[in-house]
């Protein structure tokens, strides 16, 4: 907002304004992240009158929470998440490089694969359900990796298509007429400069499945495939509330999200503010 | 999307390359959602034994059970009235953030980054973290507030705590959209605008918002079908209660087929969902979008 218009004790005022409502605005987004972290660090996470920051600080609920199993659903996401990002970012680039240079089907397969987010996840996954207890899917990476590919494709397909748009048909055409082959040509040329879409689809992607519960709670029933949302949810349905481990397994489950956002922020804004909203 | 017309390729080659690209996506959609999608309209009209097998033709029975079921009913009002109110917040509440953060010249991209977080955060973390924040006698809220409200077991309070960590959540995705689309709006549209002697309000009408016009009507879309996925948050932050008041569409149909595997009427718990919320896009997409493209302002 420019000031010019005011005198320069308004506009003082103006600016003094809006520097506490833009403090205002981060207490609010950051308060609760910090009484997660300050939970998981308190003795007695409990208190009433609550203590915003603890007397007395612990790494006991670090401990208890890495000895009592919980690596076992970080190895797991870490799996999944991995692998299903990568296969739904090699299927979506290509997707997404024949859509925007040749646009098949008039449109019609652009619409259909976008179309996806229509699905909700727990509807396709009731069926999905039934399918994976004939093929022994069940409670098995494998069957988490493949449901995720609904939600990973369509996904990194859209982020892509914005990406391809910007690389000129002519750069391509430049590089025939040179006798270069279309393989050659789209991985010399094309791919190195949609690289930070790739990048951009990739995290976003990769947020998403590190994130997803819905799926996980009914394929996966043991912790030989569940993830960290379903044991993170386990503290209200099954282990009873444990506030000091409950916000200690909360902050391991944001790090790398936070840590992804912070390092890679430039790629991480423009695939979430292209891709508007994620599925 | 711009449709290219390739002049020196030779017809047959380009057509064997565009679908082999696509198959890959194409064919495992197909599998692993369409097919499965099918599958559950077709076994929203059978009945199913306990083991999960496929039973005798059920008719309707599936959909008359779930049509007639008040907790159906309710969270189906629930759920509608949650996305009504938590989106509209979420965008009002993110424009008026993205107005004041590109105030910020300097520290505009800062602000943005450090309001990222909430949205990339599990539903789960976030119901986790309100559950705890609004506990009634534990929690941050009621202390600071000087409020003395049971939050998770009363209404109206139980519904306010769904929409308000909702909005925690997701305001933070209309504030990066609509700061890097007035990023984009170049200065001299705001020159001319002064030149021609508009005044503040003038050039917020007539300048700004035209621009951001695109971006509301597309991530109002996406977020409002997103919002209407509302399960993991409500499963952690309330478990549905107080009763059943805050059981959601996606919550009920799980319950379904999952807590009282009635994979048919799970099914058809689904089929209705799914129409339920095609039908708010439509409206949303009809009242926005479609607009957008019919409308001649530049």
């Given at each position: 907002?420019?000031?010019d ?6 506009r ?13 605005w ?8 910090g ?20 007397h ?19 190895r ?8 299903s ?25 652009m619409m ?11 509807a396709v ?6 399918m ?23 996904i ?16 391509e055409?430049?590089c ?7 393989l ?22 990769a ?6 519960y ?11 495939a ?5 044991y ?9 509330i ?16 936070i ?21 | 999307?711009s ?41 929203s ?9 496929l ?34 917040v979420?965008?009002?509440?993110g ?14 991209q800062?602000?943005v980054?450090?309001?990222?977080p909430?949205?990339?955060f ?29 939050w ?11 929409v ?18 007035l ?40 977020r ?15 478990s ?8 959601s ?8 087929a ?27 997409f ?7 493209f ?5």
């Amino acid at each position: 907002m420019d000031t010019d218009d005011l005198t320069s004790y308004s506009r003082l005022f103006v600016r003094g304004t809006l520097v506490v409502l833009a403090l205002a605005w981060l207490c609010w987004i950051w308060i609760p992240v910090g009484w997660d972290f300050f939970r998981g660090l308190a003795v007695h996470p409990q208190t009433a009158p609550p203590h915003f920051v603890p007397h007395q600080l612990t790494l006991v609920h670090y401990q208890q929470l890495l000895t009592g199993g919980f690596l076992t659903y970080v190895r797991n996401s870490a799996i999944v998440t991995t692998t299903s990002t990568v296969i739904s970012i090699v299927v979506a680039t290509l997707a997404a490089y024949s859509i925007n240079r040749y646009n098949p089907g008039d449109g019609q397969v652009m619409m259909f694969i976008l179309g996806m987010r229509f699905l909700p996840p727990i509807a396709v996954v009731i069926p999905l359900y039934m399918m994976f207890l004939k093929f022994h899917l069940i409670d098995s990476w494998y069957g988490l990796i493949v449901a995720y590919l609904t939600i990973g494709i369509p996904i990194s397909t859209w982020i892509m298509l914005i990406f391809f748009r910007r690389v000129p048909v002519a750069l391509e055409e430049a590089c025939w007429i040179d006798g270069w082959s279309r393989l050659q040509t789209l991985r010399r040329v094309v791919l190195p400069l949609v690289a930070p879409g790739i990048a951009s689809a990739a995290i976003i992607t990769a947020i998403l499945m590190w994130n997803e519960y819905t799926m996980a709670l009914v394929l996966t029933t043991t912790n030989s495939a569940q993830t960290i949302p379903i044991y993170l949810a386990g503290f209200v349905t099954t282990r009873g509330i444990l506030w000091g481990q409950m916000g200690a397994a909360t902050m391991i489950a944001i790090t790398p999200i936070i840590v992804i956002a912070f390092l890679l922020q430039e790629r991480l804004v423009a695939g979430f503010s292209l891709e508007g909203s994620d599925g | 999307m711009s449709t290219v017309s390739y002049t020196d390729i030779d017809w047959s080659r380009r057509r064997t390359i565009t679908w082999l690209f696509v198959a890959p996506a194409v064919v495992t959609l197909l599998a692993i959602a369409i097919y499965p999608f099918l599958k559950m309209l077709y076994d929203s009209f059978f009945a199913f034994n306990s083991a999960g097998q496929l039973g005798p033709f059920a008719g309707v029975a599936n959909y008359a059970y779930v049509l007639t079921d008040h907790v159906f009913d309710h969270a189906t009002l629930f759920t509608v009235g949650f996305v009504i109110v938590s989106v509209s917040v979420e965008l009002l509440l993110g424009l008026g953030v993205a107005l004041l953060i590109d105030s910020f010249g300097r520290f505009r991209q800062a602000l943005v980054v450090l309001s990222l977080p909430p949205m990339m955060f599990s539903p789960i973390v976030t119901g986790l973290t309100w559950r705890m924040l609004l506990n009634g006698t534990y929690g941050i809220v009621n202390y600071w507030t000087g409020l003395n409200v049971d939050w998770i077991g009363h209404q109206p309070w139980a519904y306010l705590g769904v929409v308000v960590s909702d909005i925690w959540m997701w305001t933070p995705l209309f504030v990066l959209v609509f700061t890097s689309t007035l990023h984009s709006i170049p200065d001299v549209y705001y020159e001319a605008g002064k030149i021609d002697g508009m005044n503040r309000w003038q050039r917020f009408k007539w300048i700004t918002f035209p621009q951001l016009r695109t971006a509301i009507a597309i991530t109002l879309l996406l977020r409002l079908i997103r919002a209407f996925k509302l399960f993991p948050k409500v499963r952690v932050l309330t478990s549905g209660g107080p009763g059943s008041s805050t059981v959601s569409l996606a919550m009920r149909t799980y319950q379904y087929a999952f807590s009282f595997f009635h994979l048919g009427t799970g099914s058809a718990a689904g089929v209705v969902y799914w129409f339920v919320m095609l039908v708010a896009a439509m409206i949303v997409f009809r009242a926005l979008v479609g607009d957008l493209f019919t409308s001649t302002e530049g």
